[in-house]
């Protein structure tokens, strides 16, 4: 009954990879992405973790947001007196959960247009975006 149960795990690892490549998952890593276009307006920026590590990861919520100024990134500098959470969220293989940065409690400000990235370095994951 074991060497059935173990096929099956193989065949279905395998369908799982098929359908990463397909849906623009790697399952070799943490992804970020941002929910929702980020304006100068906007006060919060949306993202999703989700994890395609292949097993259960822990991910702090800490971040950071950098902007590309004459090609070169540079962080945005945190508000004075600013404190990060530090509060570890357990990702199982293939799970996702949506957090969201608050602008003006980290940064006291919104964003000026450019191109930026929001860095977890917890995870080893980023993703780039436009402020418009």
């Known amino acids: 009954m074991n060497s059935i149960a173990s096929i099956f795990a193989k065949i279905i690892a395998v369908l799982m990879s098929f359908i990463y490549m397909f849906v ?3 399952p070799e890593k943490i992804e970020v ?16 973790i989700t994890n395609y590590t292949g097993k259960t990861v822990y991910a702090d919520k800490f971040f950071t947001v950098e902007k590309s100024v004459d090609g ?3 962080a945005v500098p945190f508000a004075e007196d600013t404190a990060t959470e530090e509060i570890a969220i357990r990702l199982l293989n293939c799970q996702s959960v949506t957090l969201t940065v608050d ?8 964003l ?4 930026y990235r929001l860095i977890l ?7 780039e975006f436009t402020v418009e």
């Open 33 to 48: 992405r941002i929910e929702d276009p980020v304006t100068t307006e906007s006060t919060e920026i949306e993202y999703v």
């Open 121 to 127: 370095p917890g995870v080893s994951a980023e993703t």
């Open 112 to 115: 000026e247009k450019g191109e």
């Open 72 to 74: 070169q990134w540079v």
């Open 103 to 110: 602008l003006l409690g980290y940064f006291g400000k919104t």
């Open 24 to 26: 623009g998952g790697n």
